[in-house]
């Protein structure tokens, strides 16, 4: 229970040293000395550089880095790392990935790289007529985008659109700017922010109303990446696989509750990817989620059909804001060996890889769960987990998880009594 003697005001915490802010929360929480060992113990993220990374740093929380193998995407064989906690995600997609092989594997495409920054304009009487006097300015507009990032302009990227529209709002019409850029091999989110706070000032000039919020929109859909697969029904178990897959995905698109589980395995492939390249996690989730709802019902991301030959076809069409350079993915050493080892040349194909491991990611859990149930192919690895919940270590893990999959059940008490047998041996 805690008690109110302790205070979470600690002036100047930031200005500490990383060692001294484990000290500082030590005397908090009582962190034994061990315990304060292993956050200073930063492992391959020195903790100078973690600490430049975010705020108020005691440590850094290592996830496990996997290796999806099997992925054959556009013609080319590719090993793509996933950074993930969670048990049975980097095997679904290397399954998938491998009943897809021999019938050519992903095929994937991208709609741009462009990105919406958001300029909010209130206060003013004649909204149409300030949308149509913003957009007389898209030259002006044009100019001084461009020479906010003459870096991105040189590298054939900038400026490319203007799009305005009146949003009418609890607080009266709001005269909303939209600036399209493309930022290239950039996520661009520093880029655009920059970009629509350069053009808000104007933009008040301009109309004589109020600019307030200047911000990217994480509903990056003029960034699509794209990826379809076939997978012949006789290398997938059988037209009743095949249809129970179809039916799954029938019943996703229709109901939000089950669409939100779907797209959230969806999301334990892409994600995984996106994190383990140093890229923004929760900008490709929420353009993820809002891009599934964007007709005003939330559905699955992906779409199941069964093709002239009687075989399944997937595709999957998702926002990916995702880059090679900014953010950590040029400074995280991981992130830089994980790019290393993808090997991709552009943003593009990074995003890409993305959607086809998104594809591979849902083809496993809807095969899953329309034949054997989600949990078999979870058991093993999730017995290990509770066996080292228990406390079993070293070659201990695999006794115990062992004896929980013979027992046909996977509980933290029976753990703890195979352990207890285990050693009294
Ligand atoms: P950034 O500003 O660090 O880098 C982008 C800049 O790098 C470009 O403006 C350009 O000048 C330069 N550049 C060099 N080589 C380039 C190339 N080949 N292609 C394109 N640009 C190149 O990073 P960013 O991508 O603008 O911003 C990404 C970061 O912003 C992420 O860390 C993200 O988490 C964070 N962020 C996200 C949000 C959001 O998603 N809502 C909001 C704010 C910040």
């Not at 200047?214 to 990826?227: E, F, G, Y």
Request: aromatic share 4%; proline share 2%.
């Amino acid at each position: 229970m805690k008690t109110n003697i302790r205070s979470s005001r600690i002036g100047g915490f930031h200005k500490l040293a990383v060692d001294q802010r484990v000290k500082a929360v030590a005397e908090f929480a009582g962190l034994s000395l061990d315990e304060q060992a292993h956050l200073l113990n930063t492992g391959n993220l020195p903790s100078d550089m973690a600490d430049h990374l975010i705020e108020n740093v005691v440590g850094t929380m290592n996830i496990p880095l996997g290796i999806a193998t099997n992925m054959r995407i556009d013609g080319l064989d590719w090993l793509v790392p996933m950074a993930s906690e969670e048990s049975s995600v980097v095997a679904a997609v290397c399954n998938a990935a491998r009943q897809c092989y021999d019938n050519g594997g992903f095929v994937t495409s991208m709609s741009g790289t462009l990105m919406i920054a958001q300029i909010q304009l209130v206060g003013v009487r004649d909204p149409e007529h300030a949308r149509i006097r913003i957009l007389e300015r898209k030259a002006e507009v044009e100019n001084l985008c461009n020479e906010c990032d003459p870096i991105l302009v040189n590298l054939g990227g900038g400026f490319r659109d203007l799009e305005v529209r009146v949003l009418k709002t609890q607080s009266g019409p709001m005269v909303i700017t939209h600036l399209i850029v493309d930022t290239r091999d950039a996520m661009g989110a520093n880029a655009v922010n920059t970009m629509a706070e350069a053009i808000a000032p104007r933009i008040s000039e301009w109309t004589g109303g109020q600019t307030n919020l200047r911000i990217l929109s994480n509903l990056a859909d003029r960034r699509l990446a794209r990826a379809r697969c076939i997978w012949r029904t006789q290398d997938i178990g059988g037209e009743s696989v095949r249809d129970g897959m179809i039916s799954a995905y029938h019943f996703a698109d229709a109901d939000p509750y089950r669409a939100a589980t779907h797209n959230k395995g969806i999301m334990n492939g892409i994600s995984a990817v996106v994190l383990a390249t140093g890229n923004d996690t929760r900008a490709v989730e929420a353009g993820a989620h809002a891009y599934a709802a964007r007709k005003g019902h939330y559905g699955s991301l992906t779409r199941w059909e069964v093709t002239a030959e009687g075989d399944l076809a997937g595709s999957l069409e998702v926002p990916m804001a995702v880059g090679l350079v900014g953010g950590a993915t040029k400074l995280h050493p991981t992130a830089r060996i994980a790019l290393k080892i993808l090997g991709v040349a552009s943003a593009e194909q990074l995003a890409r890889v993305i959607a086809a491991v998104g594809l591979a990611q849902n083809f496993s859990a809807l095969k899953a769960l329309a034949t054997t149930g989600i949990q078999k192919g979870h058991m093993a690895l999730h017995a290990q987990n509770i066996a080292m919940m228990a406390g079993a270590v070293g070659e201990e893990i695999d006794h115990v998880a062992q004896a929980l999959i013979q027992a046909g059940k996977v509980r933290l008490d029976l753990a703890e009594k195979a352990l207890n047998d285990l050693r009294s041996r």
